[in-house]
């Protein structure tokens, strides 16, 4: 990522930094430290809504606040890559209602958002297959992906209709297809060369995964990305995730030993 500065050749994050000294939590991150890439689980909607006798849509709704928080709070600090899951390729399975909610909650967040990531310089991914979207979703999709195409800050990827394990059989598909024409060989096939197939390639891998709302498992996220990725599990709900929780994650991470199976 080509760093952002200012007219005074400051880091953005560094300015950032200088305009939020007051923030203890932001005041003990080390911008030199960074992870590249956050991955997070946004779970805990349901749970938030129906603690306040509300439907889960109202849930996914205040969801999406946190969503405009953390891609906010990210991109300020110089992150490289952001993914957030927002819809599985199991989340079909839930009811018809509250999967039109979350497929208009994609198009408003579009719609409200893209005027903003466009002047962060943020670049939009989507790691997933948008095909059995409905129109609109898909046309608003479509649209941020080239309106963001060019964007050489944070790339925000959403994982929409996304599963790890079909991410991964999709790459051996590909893979086997370019076998068969020629594009590459069996022996050339490494694991560089096998990532560049993956929804994430040229990305670094994820250094942290978060996930709220206290469960402790993957749910089918990142499977091949995350062989050495830290993890950091909060009992909060999505809903209540500010970026001060995101601080406390980072902070936390930058005290771990990374060894990738060294000594
Ligand atoms: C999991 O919580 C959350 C989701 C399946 C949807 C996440 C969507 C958003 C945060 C809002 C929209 C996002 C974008 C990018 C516009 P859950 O519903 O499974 O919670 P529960 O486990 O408490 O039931």
Redesign the pocket.
């Known amino acids: 990522m080509i760093p952002l500065l200012d007219r005074r050749g400051l880091f953005l994050g560094d300015m950032f930094m200088e305009q939020n000294k007051g923030n203890s939590l932001l005041s003990q991150i080390d911008l030199e430290n960074l992870p590249r890439h956050i991955a997070i689980?946004?779970?805990?909607?349901?749970?938030?809504?129906?603690k306040r006798l509300l439907p889960?849509n109202f849930?996914?709704?205040e969801?999406?606040k946190?969503?405009v928080e953390i891609v906010e709070a990210a991109t300020q600090l110089g992150i490289d890559s952001l993914t957030?899951?927002?819809?599985?390729t199991e989340?079909w399975k839930?009811p018809e209602k509250?999967i039109d909610g979350?497929m208009n909650?994609?198009v408003?967040?579009?719609r409200n958002e893209l005027n903003r990531l466009i002047k962060n310089n943020v670049k939009l991914n989507i790691l997933g297959d948008i095909s059995p979207l409905p129109n609109i979703a898909k046309d608003e999709v479509k649209r941020a992906l080239e309106e963001t195409k060019d964007n050489t800050g944070m790339n925000l990827n959403?994982a929409l209709n996304y599963g790890g394990r079909h991410e991964i059989l999709n790459s051996i598909k590909l893979i086997l297809k370019d076998i068969e024409v020629g594009n590459i060989s069996i022996d050339d096939l490494d694991e560089e060369i096998f990532s560049q197939y993956l929804y994430t390639r040229d990305q670094a891998d994820p250094d942290l995964l978060i996930r709220p709302?206290g469960?402790l498992r993957i749910s089918n996220f990142l499977l091949y990305q995350i062989a050495y990725t830290e993890f950091w599990f909060s009992n909060v709900?999505?809903?209540d995730f500010t970026k001060e929780k995101l601080y406390e994650a980072i902070i936390d991470f930058q005290k771990r030993n990374r060894r990738f199976g060294g000594i």
């Open positions: 689980i946004m779970d805990g909607n349901g749970r938030w809504a129906s889960r849930g996914h709704r969801g999406m946190r969503v957030l899951y927002a819809f599985s989340n839930r509250e979350l909650l994609l408003i967040y579009i959403i709302s469960e709900l999505w809903p």
